[in-house]
């Protein structure tokens, strides 16, 4: 049995719009993989080793593993909310040492949430 594709021809505005979303989709998968990986390694240490870690975290890596712990968890932080905020309206800008240190014992806390942990296992 053989299968025929046809085709039909769509403006260029529609095709441009359907590979954008295409593109975003690919791109919001590939984010969570990072990250998952990056948080069940997190998970996988013990209290100490894992504050270490997550305290010697570069600022982008930080934000993002914080973003994503903080759609996992559930929880409602303006705080978060306001850092991931100012960090997507300006990308280059960078934390103050007391918004830094708030958001590394923030991530830190969500990693030990047992909502965070569930979730995890859920994925």
């Known amino acids: 049995m053989t299968r025929e594709t046809k085709t039909m ?5 529609i ?7 295409i593109d975003s ?11 998952k990986v990056v948080v ?8 100490l080793s ?24 559930g929880t409602n932080s303006r705080f978060v ?10 990308p ?3 934390l103050s040492d007391s918004q830094r240190s708030s958001a ?3 991530l830190f806390n969500l990693l030990n949430d047992p909502s965070v942990v569930s979730a995890m296992k859920e994925i």
């Not at 095709?15 to 979303?21: S, Y």
């Not at 989709?25 to 990250?35: L, N």
């Open 9 to 13: 021809e769509v403006p260029v505005a």
């Open 15 to 21: 095709a441009d719009r359907v590979q954008a979303l």
């Open 25 to 35: 989709y690919d791109a919001q998968e590939k984010f969570k993989a990072e990250r």
């Open 40 to 47: 069940n390694d997190l998970l996988a240490m013990d209290n």
């Open 50 to 73: 894992c504050e270490m870690a997550v305290y010697s975290l570069p600022q982008g890596e930080l934000l993002d593993t914080l973003r994503f712990v903080y759609e996992l968890s």
């Open 81 to 90: 909310k306001n850092i991931l905020t100012q960090t997507r309206e300006n």
């Open 92 to 94: 280059k800008k960078v």
């Open 104 to 106: 590394k014992s923030l």
